[in-house]
């Protein structure tokens, strides 16, 4: 499998320090997830060979060095698609001449071509338009067509949709979430938004103040603590379910999670490896079964571990369920009338299930 390795290891005159390694696979979208100043585009940059600076850095895409001790290799012989914040297309040419720019100075012949692209991003009505009159968000998906026709050995995102509003951001998020599948390039996208990470990725990174505090998959750190202590009411959990039957009568489709099941809306019975979004602040925690409540989706699972926040006067509750994890955002005092301790059994009142992909679309 291709896979990029980078190592890092510099400070800059600022006092700023960046110190990380990561592998970065070909086949699924690897995140790097932190706040606003870690040092995520940094990395990007020196990946894509536009940072030069004094240090320690080995870069390797598969077999060829990109930065070691006695090597810079020059960004144009790097191959790699970057997606910025903000599309960088060439004005004086419409959409298709933009497309046709990235073919021409692809950096090695590929099956790729703009009809397969235009199709993946839904932007064959928009070729014949100046890029002048395009929307925030097909500017954006042009970008990422453009990207892709350079067939690019590596695929970098910063921030792709972070100068986008609500409506436009997720109508790209699909449109990403589908490349990983098609392209067999490492694929490092970079974001402070959870949402999209939930979404999208496979891998996560997790970095703050130039390191890397946790590294592990989606649904690991997803739903951790880590992530998620500090992300007040778009604290969440993810769970990948699989769906079991579908009730037409109640419109209800029942998902296996280890040995329990949840009920969603709607017809699931032929979809796989469905992603749930939870919020925490939807799911409350009873010491017994209740048996007289309107609420569907009641899960047994053990207290895992517990976050307070003593300014917002909550805690974060982590419930293991199976193999996977379940956030719950509760005050204090229940807190304390419960008396919750790690390794406690608890039930998990769930009042809103939402599938990762509805969540996307209603926005």
Not at 112 to 137: A, M, Y
Not at 158 to 170: I, Y
Not at 278 to 301: K, Q, Y
């Amino acid at each position: 499998m291709r896979q990029l390795n980078v190592g890092i290891d510099i400070q800059r005159d600022s006092g700023f320090a960046l110190k990380l390694e990561m592998q970065i696979k070909a086949g699924e979208i690897t995140a790097l997830y932190g706040p606003s100043g870690s040092g995520k585009s940094t990395v990007l940059n020196l990946i894509a060979g536009l940072e030069q600076p004094q240090g320690n850095i080995q870069i390797r895409a598969q077999d060829q060095i990109w930065v070691d001790e006695s090597t810079f290799l020059d960004t144009h012989k790097r191959a790699v698609g970057y997606v910025t914040q903000r599309p960088a297309l060439l004005p004086h040419l419409n959409v298709l001449g933009n497309l046709q720019y990235a073919k021409q100075r692809r950096h090695k012949n590929a099956d790729i071509d703009i009809e397969q692209v235009s199709s993946w991003l839904d932007i064959k009505t928009l070729l014949n338009k100046p890029v002048s009159n395009l929307s925030g968000g097909e500017q954006q998906r042009v970008s990422i067509a453009r990207a892709l026709l350079s067939s690019p050995s590596v695929m970098l995102m910063d921030e792709p949709l972070g100068s986008l509003d609500k409506n436009a951001r997720n109508r790209i998020l699909p449109f990403i979430n589908q490349l990983h599948e098609r392209l067999d390039s490492p694929f490092l996208y970079v974001t402070h938004a959870i949402e999209e990470v939930a979404y999208l990725t496979d891998t996560i990174y997790l970095i703050d103040a130039g390191h890397i505090l946790h590294y592990g998959s989606t649904f690991e750190l997803a739903s951790s603590l880590e992530m998620n202590k500090h992300e007040g009411n778009a604290a969440a959990s993810v769970l990948l379910c699989q769906p079991l039957e579908f009730d037409q009568q109640d419109n209800l489709t029942a998902l296996a999670l280890a040995d329990q099941q949840l009920l969603v809306r709607g017809n699931r019975s032929a979809q796989k490896n469905l992603r749930l979004r939870i919020p925490a602040s939807e799911v409350s925690l009873t010491l017994s079964h209740s048996r007289d409540t309107s609420i569907l989706n009641i899960l047994a699972g053990e207290v895992s571990e517990i976050a307070i926040d003593e300014e917002a006067n909550s805690a974060l509750v982590k419930v293991k369920i199976g193999d996977q994890y379940l956030l719950s955002r509760i005050t204090q005092r229940s807190l304390k009338n419960l008396a919750l301790e790690i390794g406690q059994p608890v039930y998990a009142q769930i009042k809103s299930v939402g599938l990762l992909s509805d969540y996307v679309d209603a926005k």
